[in-house]
């Protein structure tokens, strides 16, 4: 059985540490894929702010729901 993920937000690695804590918090697994990091040791560029949080397909609607919810409890 292939289980599917899909990307849940894109931000830096300071942000994403944010999004992480959530989804701990939540019980929500994800990866991580840090396209800045794989580029700097590989010797090639990148935009600082390509680090990519992965749920997967069946925790999308509850991750979605726990960023959300952080989105308007940090803009109020």
Do not use: W
């Not at 804590?21 to 935009?47: C, M, P, V």
Request: charged share 30%; hydrophobic share 35%; no cysteine.
């Amino acid at each position: 059985m292939k289980t599917e993920h899909t990307k849940l937000f894109t931000g830096s690695n300071i942000i994403v540490n944010g999004v992480k804590n959530l989804l701990d918090t939540a019980d929500i697994s994800y990866i991580i894929k840090d396209k800045f990091e794989s580029a700097r040791l590989g010797g090639f560029g990148e935009q600082m702010d390509s680090v990519e949080v992965h749920v997967l397909d069946a925790d999308l609607e509850k991750a979605k729901k726990t960023i959300n919810d952080y989105n308007e409890k940090i803009n109020e």
